[in-house]
């Protein structure tokens, strides 16, 4: 009896949750959890799946793109990881049954509403955006939720300059990572990879 309590333990802590948020739409976010789940299940070996916790629909594209179908399985693979559409609680705890090292959920965009989820998540990222039209909303999620909690989750960005980014630092203290640009993102280069083992 024991034995089995330890074995049920150990599959426990060996399931991750990451969780990713964008601080606006439009500045990657979906094209970063992608990326990262292909680096776990496809460069790690590791049994992963992306949940999608937004109305964007883009699981559902990606799922007909890739298979020729829609709506016709969930959770559905592609690759090596598997991907949920349209997920919610529900599809929490039915995918915490299965047996994966790491559960990935796409948030979307915060300004979508918080999340609870988000904040329990073993590690959390906040993609944000240095461009012009984007900076204002990193800046103010950044300094909101700061001012509420001890900072625990990482920041990164993928657009916008390096000059605003080093701005960003002096000014807010907002340090945030910057992600190698990617056009393809189910193929995980070898900057992609040392960054994804940097930032986890």
């Avoid at 960005?157 to 189910?186: H, L, Q, W, Y």
């Amino acid at each position: 009896m024991e034995k089995k309590k330890i074995i049920t333990e150990t599959q426990e802590k060996r399931c991750r949750m990451i969780g990713i948020a964008g601080s606006n739409t439009g500045v990657g976010c979906t094209h970063f959890s992608i990326m990262l789940t292909n680096y776990l299940a496809g460069y790690l070996r590791r049994k992963a799946i992306l949940l999608e916790f937004n109305e964007s629909g883009d699981l559902e594209k990606l799922e007909y793109v890739c298979t020729g179908q829609m709506g016709q399985k969930n959770p559905y693979r592609v690759l090596d990881a598997d991907y949920y559409k349209y997920a919610g609680p529900e599809a929490v705890k039915e995918v915490l049954q299965r047996g994966y090292d790491d559960i990935l959920i796409d948030f979307g965009s915060v300004k979508d509403g918080a999340n609870e989820l988000y904040w329990r998540c073993d590690k959390k990222f906040l993609v944000g955006s240095f461009t012009e039209w984007q900076q204002e909303s990193f800046r103010e999620f950044e300094m909101e939720q700061r001012a509420k909690q001890k900072k625990s989750w990482q920041s990164l960005a993928v657009f916008g300059s390096e000059e605003t980014r080093r701005e960003f630092s002096r000014r807010f203290r907002i340090n945030a990572e910057r992600i190698p640009f990617s056009a393809d993102a189910f193929s995980v280069t070898k900057e992609c990879g040392e960054f994804f083992q940097r930032i986890l």
